[in-house]
């Protein structure tokens, strides 16, 4: 029976190291340093918002101006993208070949 515990005893020491043998302490990781950080005061200034479009222009309404007789322009009663109304004289062509024409008819 002395034989039967020494054995026991052999074995639960021997279990006992197995045992004791695995619980080692875990290796911890080197934590990573924290982040550099920088910090500045706010600036305190108006701000203007705005946008860029691309994009066109086109008239509401248009017109095609083309003249009732042939000639020389004297003058031009407008400015390109004035608005103009009905009536209004928008060109002054030259009279002396109409004025011609008329005397030579008279004479």
Same mark, same amino acid.
């Given at each position: 029976? #002395? #034989? +039967?515990?020494?054995?026991?005893?052999?074995?639960?020491?021997? &279990?006992?190291?197995?045992?004791? &043998?695995?619980? @080692? *302490?875990?290796?911890? *990781?080197?934590?990573?340093?924290?982040?550099?950080?920088?910090?500045? $005061?706010?600036?305190? #200034?108006?701000?203007?918002?705005?946008? @860029?479009?691309? &994009? *066109? +222009?086109?008239?509401?309404?248009?017109?095609?101006? $083309?003249?009732?007789?042939?000639?020389?322009? !004297?003058?031009?009663? +407008?400015?390109? &993208?004035? @608005?103009? #109304?009905?009536?209004?004289?928008? +060109?002054?062509? !030259?009279? $002396?070949?109409? *004025?011609?024409?008329? !005397?030579?008819? @008279?004479?």
């Amino acid at each position: 029976m #002395r #034989r +039967f515990q020494a054995i026991g005893a052999l074995i639960l020491m021997s &279990g006992g190291l197995l045992a004791l &043998g695995g619980c @080692e *302490k875990a290796v911890s *990781k080197a934590t990573p340093s924290p982040p550099t950080v920088t910090v500045a $005061r706010p600036i305190v #200034r108006d701000v203007q918002d705005f946008d @860029e479009y691309t &994009g *066109k +222009f086109a008239a509401v309404e248009s017109v095609d101006v $083309r003249a009732r007789v042939k000639g020389y322009l !004297d003058s031009i009663g +407008f400015k390109d &993208g004035d @608005e103009v #109304r009905a009536g209004q004289v928008l +060109f002054q062509i !030259d009279p $002396r070949p109409f *004025k011609a024409a008329v !005397d030579a008819a @008279e004479g």
